[in-house]
T-cell receptor, first 115, second 112 residues
Framework: GAGVSQSPSNKVTEKGKDVELRCDPI?????LYWYRQSLGQGLEFLIY????????KSGLPSDRFSAERTGGSVSTLTIQRTQQEDSAVYLC?????????????FGPGTRLTVL | ELKVEQNPLFLSMQEGKNYTIYCNYS?????LYWYRQDPGKSLESLFV?????AVKQEGRLMASLDTKARLSTLHITAAVHDLSATYFC????????????FGQGTRLTINP
């Protein structure tokens, strides 16, 4: 079946520009997560959506970062006024959240390069 | 703050040998996850360990969980080149948090 998809796969932007990253979760998965993977910081949690509940934004590194999830499915992560330190691979994951099990299925990622 | 530490971070081994990757975490948790990442690729779920004493095996890989020791191991038996990848362990964020907290990853290179 179809897995988690993300677009674009690569994004190169200039410092100060805004970028939008998109995630399509696995159909039927109620939970959606964004993580960031960079050489110096490993895998960092950014934000979590579960159904209609308020998102857990505790991992967003600054107010330049925001995310939304429309209709309980597709999510977009927006980074405003990008900085060079935002360069990383942004990974989206979804989970069916069966009981307490939190197995997450990851998309291929978006590699963001800020020049 | 929950910390997850893997050991070793880099491992180079010969085909046919056995080795173990260790994952220690700093808070109580009954659930631990192992992922594999190939270069330039995303994370692939390998094992979900849900209770103390859980053991799961897939091919040459076997994972176990000791929640009392806050330790999980990933054992590689008779390694083959195809197992070269980076392996991550992850633990639920705890205190109702839904995120996964990942270890630093172990980069495994298996030489012919």
């Amino acid at each position: 079946g179809a897995g988690v998809s993300q677009s674009p796969s690569n994004k190169v932007t200039e410092k100060g520009k805004d970028v939008e990253l998109r995630c399509d979760p696995i159909s039927g998965h109620t939970a959606l997560y964004w993580y960031r993977q960079s050489l110096g910081q490993g895998l960092e949690f950014l934000i979590y959506f579960q159904g209609n509940s308020a998102p857990d934004k505790s991992g967003l590194p600054s107010d330049r970062f925001s995310a939304e999830r429309t209709g309980g499915s597709v999510s977009t992560l927006t980074i405003q006024r990008t900085q060079q330190e935002d360069s990383a691979v942004y990974l989206c994951a979804s989970s069916p959240r069966m009981g307490a099990v939190n197995e997450q299925f990851f998309g291929p990622g978006t590699r963001l390069t800020v020049l | 703050e929950l910390k997850v530490e893997q050991n070793p971070l880099f491992l180079s081994m010969q085909e046919g040998k056995n080795y173990t990757i260790y994952c220690n975490y700093s808070t109580t948790s009954d659930r631990l996850y192992w992922y594999r990442q190939d270069p330039g690729k995303s994370l692939e779920s390998l094992f979900v360990l849900l209770s103390n004493g859980a053991v799961k095996q897939e091919g040459r890989l076997m994972a176990s969980l000791d929640t009392k020791a806050r330790l999980s191991t990933l054992h590689i038996t008779a390694a083959v080149h195809d197992l070269s990848a980076t392996y991550f362990c992850a633990v639920d964020g705890g205190q109702g948090a839904q995120k996964l907290v990942f270890g630093q990853g172990t980069r495994l290179t298996i030489n012919p």
